[in-house]
């Protein structure tokens, strides 16, 4: 398959995947290839670039489902090449693959959202300090505006998860498509008031076809998810989808009503281009790193 055949296939498929690899590795044998997910390039590129400079491949495969096709079929196929491969957690069970990186979070927008990324945001784009009284001020803010943020969600990620864990003990799907940001008519994201309305019955009627959860499922859920640190363990895209509110938030106040910030910035935000512009305030754990890592040493590394 040529590169103009490869063009007229779905896109980001998993038989694209594999034959833009098989056409790269015949003119760069040795660099590394990677496969991701969706639009999870731009994160991931710009910490392997570090390592491997321009010796590096990203390809797209679309979805989780089909970076894990190409995984095992590259892994039958093409054992002796240097590949790596990149899946969010989600609420799947743990792949516990060799040679597959999975994130400690729920997907790598979990690692665009927290604190220390905003006070790097401060830092480089509106020229803050730490002693500022607008820094601590907007550090504040999204505390205090995060935590009734995700009072508000951890509902409707208790039932995600809850059906996700149901699901795959059946072998099937959830069968219900979530946006990337939380149903308007459960939840409103205005910082200083995050609104909320609905309940468990409201998510059932919202998604009809979803396999079955009960309440008392959802529940159980909810007061595991109460234990732990929920900017990692919720849905990233609503995680990121707070972050780029709050960004929003905070560059209209620099700009117009300076309650908070007094001096203009420049600065902007892109919802469409949020992952390629934050990338480098993103967080990187240190379990990416010793993946990366890993691939430097490649003589004969297995896929």
């Known amino acids: 398959m040529n590169p103009t055949e490869l063009s007229k296939k779905k896109k980001n498929?998993?038989?694209?995947?594999?034959?833009?690899?098989?056409?790269?590795?015949k003119e760069f044998?040795?660099?590394?290839?990677?496969?991701?997910?969706?639009?999870?390039?731009?994160y991931y590129y710009n910490r392997i670039i570090n390592h491997f400079g321009d010796n590096h491949h990203p390809i797209t495969c679309g979805n989780k489902k089909a970076v894990l096709k190409v995984?095992?079929?590259?892994?039958?196929?093409?054992?002796?090449?240097?590949?790596?491969?990149?899946?969010?957690?989600d609420y799947d069970e743990q792949q516990n693959q060799s040679n597959l990186y999975e994130t400690p979070c729920y997907s790598i927008e979990n690692f665009y959202t927290s604190v220390k990324v905003l006070k790097a945001v401060l830092k480089n784009e509106f020229l803050l300090s730490e002693t500022d009284k607008e820094y601590k001020d907007v550090i504040e803010l999204f505390v205090q505006n995060k935590n009734d943020f995700h009072s508000s969600i951890t509902l409707l990620n208790s039932w995600y998860a809850a059906a996700k864990q149901i699901a795959q003990a059946k072998g099937t799907s959830v069968n219900a498509s979530l946006d990337e940001k939380p149903p308007k008519e459960f939840i409103i994201i205005k910082i200083g008031k995050i609104q909320s309305d609905y309940d468990f019955s409201k998510i059932i009627e919202k998604y009809p076809n979803s396999i079955e959860v009960t309440e008392a499922e959802v529940q159980t859920k909810m007061s595991e998810f109460n234990t732990k640190d929920k900017s990692q363990i919720f849905r990233g895209k609503y995680e990121l989808d707070f972050m780029y509110n709050f960004l929003k938030f905070i560059?209209?106040?620099?700009?117009?009503?300076?309650?908070?910030?007094?001096?203009?910035?420049?600065?902007?935000?892109?919802?469409?281009?949020?992952?390629?512009?934050?990338?480098?305030?993103?967080?990187?754990?240190?379990?990416l790193v010793e993946y990366i890592n890993s691939k430097n040493s490649y003589t004969q590394h297995p896929v």
């Open 71 to 89: 995984y095992e079929y590259l892994k039958i196929n093409y054992s002796n090449s240097n590949t790596s491969f990149f899946v969010d957690k």
């Open 251 to 287: 560059i209209e106040d620099a700009n117009n009503s300076k309650d908070l910030i007094k001096t203009k910035t420049s600065f902007n935000i892109d919802k469409a281009r949020i992952l390629s512009q934050l990338s480098q305030y993103a967080e990187t754990p240190d379990c």
């Open 13 to 25: 498929s998993p038989a694209v995947a594999i034959q833009r690899f098989v056409l790269l590795k």
């Open 29 to 42: 044998n040795n660099d590394l290839f990677c496969f991701y997910e969706g639009k999870d390039g731009p």
